[in-house]
């Protein structure tokens, strides 16, 4: 897979798992250069994640949750976004 395509991929994947947690980006992001920074960090923090297909799993089986599940790289992150 190129690396554009990964990147396409894992933000579609992460903007997901945001949303089943309760994580609107696009509310959060608005203007903000930070939040737009904190928004690509979390991407391609999940760029390097081994966990793609347990992911996938999880998400087609949540479509709501409490908080991501602990093999996410970006769990605490999530968490500390989803009152912001």
Request: hydrophobic letters at 40%; glycine letters at 4%; charged letters at 30%.
């Amino acid at each position: 897979m190129s690396f554009f395509k990964k990147i396409n991929d894992r933000t579609d994947l992460m903007s997901e798992m945001a949303r089943r947690v309760g994580v609107d980006w696009s509310r959060i992001v608005g203007d903000s250069p930070e939040r737009v920074r904190a928004f690509r960090e979390a991407a391609l923090i999940c760029t390097q994640c081994t966990a793609e297909g347990p992911c996938r799993a999880w998400q087609a089986s949540h479509d709501h949750a409490e908080a991501a599940p602990g093999y996410c790289l970006n769990r605490e992150r999530l968490a500390a976004l989803k009152d912001a």
